[in-house]
DNA sequence: AAGTCTACCTAG
DNA sequence: TTAGCTAGGTAGACTT
C-alpha cells in the first residue's frame, strides 16, 4: 500500500554494511507516526584535481587518473568537469567509492599527487545535500513496514522525496531524571514523563528497587514508548553519563546481551553488530565531544537549552524553575537534601520518588515555555538539516549545509576544512566610540540593518571572489574590483556573483516574507511560528561573519574576515565624522551603531522632533548596501564614562529602561546590587540628583550594618575542570594557572566533597564569608543550609561601593565617599 | 599603592 | 562552556 507522510527528520546515520550504501533517516509523521526512511541507491564519492595552479597539460594526469581508477576501492570515476578553485579553474573528477569510510584514508593516501575536494563531507549529509531538503520533508513510499517499535519503516529512493514546508512536528518527548547514591554512586530511583506533542497527553513512571531491575525498567520504557527526543535537567553530564557507568559496572566485558538490557536506547536492532558500532548504534555514546548520540533520537539537555535561552544567574534547575514559573509553589518547594540522598532515600522513599518525578517533569515545562524544540526546528528547516544537527552540531555545520550545497550548483570546488591558511593572530574587529561620560538628553540611537551581512552583499565578499595573485583566474582588465580599506580586492558580481553574498540575499527575502507573513498572521499559532521562523534566519545571517572570519572554516581565508570588518570601520567613522562637521554631537558608537544629540527645540514636542530628526538622519546617510534606521529615541543617555556600559531610558518605539554592560546585566553579581543598581538607574534618568545619592549612601549603609538577607548576596560564577579518567579525579590545572586562587575552584571543591554532582563549565553560587583572608574565604551556596551563612559585611559594602560610586561619581561622590558616609570636603570645595 | 596577570562576562 | 568573531570593563590574586 503506498503511504505518504509529511515528515520532521530527527537525526541521520549511514548503514554500509551491505552490498549499498544506505542513509537511514529517523523521523516523525504529521500524523503522529514514528519513521525510518532508508534511502537507497546513493554513492560516496569525492573530487580530485591537479594540486597547484593548473597549466593546461592533461598528459601529466595520465598515470594518476590510471592508478585513481584502478584503486580497489575506488568504483568509477567521472569527469572531468571544469570547477573553480581558489587557484582558478581546474579539472575536477569524481571518484566514487564502495564505502564512505574508506574516504579519510585515500584523501590521506592521494594527497601529494591530487587536490581532494568535497572528501570530509559526512555521506549522510548527502541527502540534505543533493536533495536540496531541509528538516520537513513530504515523502512517498510503495510499501512500508514495521520494525524496532517504528510504525513506518520505507525503503525509497531520493527521487520519493520532496520539499515539504514547515508543519509543527508533534513529537514525542521523554524526560527522566535519576535519584543516585551519594556513597555508593549506585541508582537508587528513577522517573520518566514522557510527553507526546501529537496527544498533548503526558504519562508519568517511576522506578525502584534494584539497581539492574531500574535500569531494565528504564529501557524498556524508552523502548515501548519510542521517543523521538530524550531530555532531562544536565542529564549530558550526569545522568546519562551514569548510566553508562552503571552499565558498564552491573555486566560482564562482551556481555552486549546484557548491556542491551541495561542501556540499550537505540531504534535499531537488538544484536550483536548494531551493539558493536562506534556510534548511533544500540547504546548510547558520548564521543569527543560533549553530545551523546542514541541512533534514532536526539538528546536535548534541558540545562543546555535553558543557559543559552535564558542566561539565568544561577544554573540549577530549582533556579530555573523559579524564574520561569514564579507563582506556582508546588513545581519547586524543596523538600529533600540532595547532599543526604542516602539517609532520604532510606527515611522516606515516597517523598524522594515524587521528587524524582518532579524533577523529570520540571525539564519539559522549561522546554515548552522557552521553545526550545521549535527554536532546533525553525533554524533547522532555514539551514537544511535535522534537528539532531542544530541540538547537537555547531555553526560551521549550518553554514556548510547552505554553502556546500550552493557550491555544487555552480561548478565551484568544495576545499576541505582546516585547508586554509592558517590566520595570523586576530582581526582587527568593530570600531568603539569613546562615550561622553555624563547625563545627556535626547538622544537618538541609529544602527546600520544587518551591517555585516550588507557589507558582504554589498562588496560582493565571499571565498569565491577574492582577487588572488597566485590564482590563473584573474580579473578582466577594465573589471571594476571592490578594493576593501585593508587592500583585499573582490570580483564584481557581474563577472562573478559570489555564493555567499547570494546566499544572504535570499536569507535576507526570507527572513522579509516571515515577518510580512507574521505581521498577516491572525492565530497565535501561526504568529509564532513565522516568529520563530524570522528569528531562526535572522541567526543564521549573523552566523555567517564569525564563521567566515574563523581561520579554520573550509571556504574561507583571513582577508574575507578582515575586510568586513575594515569596511565597517571606515563606513561607520565616515558616517560620525559627517554628523560632526554638521555640529551635531555623537555621544557614542559601537560597530554598527551611532547615538546622535537630536537638536533640542523650544517648546513640547521635543518627542516628535526626535523621531523627525531620527528618521531624516537615517534616511539621509543611507546608502544601497548600508541602510541606517533609526532604532530607537532616548529622552535620556547617561554613562560613566566606559565603553559598552550605559542606560537610556527609550521612549521611542516603546517605553523602556534599557541598560547595557552594567553590573545589573551580569550574571556574576549579586541581587542587592543588581536590583538595587536599576533603582538607582531610574532616579538618574529621572534627573533625580538627590535621590539617587540618598539611595545609594543608604544601600551601602544597609551592607555595612549587615542588614541584607544573605540570599540577595549569593554570587555566581562558571567553573571549568574535567574528570581525568585515568586518576579518576577532577583536575582544575589543565583549565586554571592557579586553580586555588579561584573562588570558583575553591567552591566547586566543596560541592565534590559533599558527594554533589559537578558539571565542568556551570555555573557555582557561593557566599564570601571573609575576605580579609586572601585568597578571600568563600562557602558554597545551598539552599538546606541558608540560615547557617554569616558573611563578610566589609566585603559586600566595600563591592557595592566600587560598582555605585563609579555612577555616583558623576554626581558628585565617589566610592570612598560612599563607603564613608560622607564627602570629604576638599581644599577646593568653597 | 601601583602594576601585571588571569579569568569572567558582556556588547555587538 | 559542542572548530563563529573581536572589543571592552572589571574583579581578584599576586608581585613590585
Known amino acids: 500500500m503506498v503511504w505518504r507522510g509529511d515528515v520532521g527528520i530527527i537525526t541521520t546515520r549511514i548503514d554500509s554494511d551491505g552490498d549499498e550504501n544506505l542513509i537511514e533517516l529517523w523521523g516523525r509523521s504529521r500524523e503522529n507516526e514514528s519513521v525510518l526512511l532508508r534511502i537507497h541507491g546513493m554513492q560516496p564519492w569525492f573530487e580530485v584535481c591537479p594540486p597547484g595552479r593548473w597549466n593546461g597539460d592533461f598528459s601529466s594526469l595520465e598515470g594518476r587518473l590510471h592508478q585513481l581508477e584502478n584503486h580497489e576501492e575506488v568504483t568509477h570515476v567521472t569527469g572531468p568537469v571544469e570547477k573553480w578553485t581558489d587557484l582558478g579553474y581546474k579539472p575536477v573528477w569524481k571518484a566514487y567509492v564502495s564505502k564512505p569510510f574508506v574516504v579519510p584514508g585515500l584523501r590521506k593516501e592521494l594527497s601529494g599527487r591530487w587536490y581532494i575536494l568535497s572528501g570530509d563531507i559526512p555521506f549522510a549529509n548527502r541527502f540534505f545535500l543533493d536533495g536540496d531538503f531541509a528538516i520537513h520533508v513530504s515523502v512517498t513510499a510503495k510499501e512500508t513496514y514495521s520494525e524496532n517499535g517504528i510504525d513506518i519503516v520505507a525503503d525509497i529512493t531520493l527521487d520519493d522525496v520532496e520539499q515539504c514546508q514547515g508543519f509543527p512536528v508533534p513529537w514525542k518527548i521523554l524526560s527522566f531524571d535519576l535519584e543516585t547514591s551519594i556513597a555508593e554512586s549506585t541508582i537508587l530511583c528513577a522517573a520518566v514523563v514522557i510527553e507526546d506533542r501529537g496527544t498533548g497527553i503526558r504519562t508519568k513512571h517511576t522506578f525502584s528497587g534494584d539497581e539492574a531491575g531500574i535500569m531494565a525498567d528504564l529501557t524498556n520504557l524508552v523502548l515501548d514508548s519510542n521517543p523521538d527526543i530524550i531530555t532531562g535537567y544536565n542529564i549530558d553530564n550526569f545522568d546519562l553519563t551514569r548510566l553508562n557507568d552503571r552499565m558498564a559496572h552491573l555486566s560482564k566485558r562482551g556481555d552486549w546481551q546484557g548491556k542491551a538490557e541495561l542501556f540499550g536506547w537505540g531504534r535499531v536492532n537488538r544484536d550483536e553488530k548494531e551493539y558493536r558500532r562506534r556510534r548511533d548504534g544500540l547504546i548510547p555514546k558520548r564521543g569527543a565531544t ?229 505581521a498577516k498572521a491572525k492565530d497565535p499559532v501561526s504568529k509564532s511560528f513565522y516568529d520563530q521562523m524570522q528569528y531562526a534566519v535572522k541567526i543564521l545571517m549573523n552566523s555567517f561573519y564569525g564563521v567566515f572570519a574563523s581561520g579554520f572554516y573550509r571556504f574561507t581565508h583571513r582577508d574575507l574576515g578582515s575586510s568586513i570588518t575594515a569596511w565597517a570601520r571606515h563606513n561607520i567613522k565616515k558616517i560620525i565624522q559627517r554628523l560632526e562637521d554638521e555640529g551635531h554631537g555623537v555621544v557614542y558608537s559601537d560597530t554598527d551603531s551611532i547615538f546622535v544629540s537630536v537638536p533640542l527645540v523650544e517648546g513640547e514636542n521635543q518627542v516628535e522632533k526626535m523621531i523627525e530628526f531620527g528618521h531624516e538622519t537615517a534616511q539621509r546617510f543611507s546608502e544601497d548596501s548600508a541602510i541606517l534606521e533609526f532604532e530607537k529615541g532616548l529622552s535620556a543617555f547617561f554613562s560613566h564614562g566606559a565603553k559598552k556600559r550605559y542606560i537610556g531610558q527609550v521612549v521611542w518605539p516603546n517605553q523602556e529602561l534599557m541598560i547595557r554592560g552594567y553590573e545589573t546585566q551580569r550574571t556574576d553579581s549579586f541581587a542587592y546590587l543588581t536590583t538595587g543598581m536599576k533603582r538607582l538607574f531610574e532616579h538618574i534618568l529621572a534627573g533625580e540628583d538627590e535621590e539617587t545619592i540618598a539611595y545609594s549612601l543608604e544601600m551601602v549603609r544597609a551592607a555595612k550594618a549587615g542588614e541584607i538577607g544573605v540570599r540577595d548576596l549569593i554570587l555566581s560564577k562558571s567553573c571549568k575542570g574535567r574528570w581525568d579518567k585515568r586518576k579518576a579525579k577532577w583536575i582544575f590545572t589543565e583549565d586554571y594557572a592557579n586553580p586555588d586562587s579561584m573562588a570558583q575552584v575553591r567552591v566547586a571543591k566543596q560541592i565534590l566533597a559533599k558527594g554533589l554532582p559537578f558539571t565542568p563549565g556551570m555555573k557555582v553560587s557561593y557566599v564570601v564569608e571573609n575576605a580579609t583572608e586572601k585568597p578571600m574565604r568563600v562557602r558554597a551556596w545551598y539552599e538546606e543550609e541558608a540560615d547557617s551563612y554569616q558573611y563578610d559585611v566589609q566585603f559586600y559594602a566595600e563591592r557595592l561601593a566600587t560598582a555605585l560610586g563609579r555612577v555616583t561619581e558623576a554626581f558628585g561622590w565617589n566610592a570612598k565617599e560612599l563607603l564613608s558616609g560622607n564627602r570629604q570636603t576638599s581644599l577646593f570645595s568653597f
Open 290 to 518: 560533549r553530545a551523546w548520540n542514541i541512533s534514532g533520537r536526539c538528546v536535548m539537555d534541558c540545562w543546555w537549552q535553558a543557559r543559552q535561552v535564558l542566561r539565568p544567574e544561577r544554573e540549577t534547575l530549582s533556579f530555573v524553575s523559579k524564574l520561569l514559573f514564579p507563582d506556582d509553589d508546588e513545581r519547586h518547594k524543596m523538600d529533600i537534601d540532595a547532599s543526604k540522598m542516602d539517609e532520604e532515600w532510606a527515611n522516606r522513599p515516597d517523598e524522594v520518588l515524587e521528587y524524582c518525578l518532579r524533577d523529570a517533569e520540571l525539564p519539559l515545562d522549561i522546554m515548552a515555555e522557552i521553545q526550545a524544540v521549535r527554536r532546533c526546528e525553525a533554524i533547522a528547516s532555514v539551514s537544511g538539516v535535522s534537528l539532531d544537527t542544530v541540538a547537537n552540531g555547531n555553526t560551521s555545520q549550518r553554514i556548510d549545509a547552505l554553502v556546500i550545497k550552493a557550491a555544487d550548483r555552480s561548478n565551484i570546488g568544495v576545499p576541505l576544512t582546516g585547508s586554509a591558511d592558517a590566520k595570523e593572530g586576530q582581526i582587527t574587529g568593530g570600531y568603539v566610540h569613546d562615550v561622553e561620560a555624563g547625563l545627556h538628553p535626547w538622544v537618538a540611537i541609529l544602527d546600520f540593518k544587518s551591517m555585516y551581512p550588507s557589507i558582504m552583499i554589498g562588496n560582493n565578499i565571499c571565498y569565491t571572489t577574492r582577487v588572488d595573485q597566485g590564482s590563473t583566474d584573474q580579473p578582466l582588465e577594465d573589471e571594476e574590483l571592490f578594493v576593501s580599506p585593508t587592500g583585499a580586492k573582490f570580483r564584481h558580481p557581474s563577472q562573478r556573483q559570489g555564493l555567499i553574498p547570494l546566499l544572504l540575499e535570499d536569507l535576507m527575502a526570507q527572513r522579509d516574507a516571515n515577518k510580512a507573513a507574521l
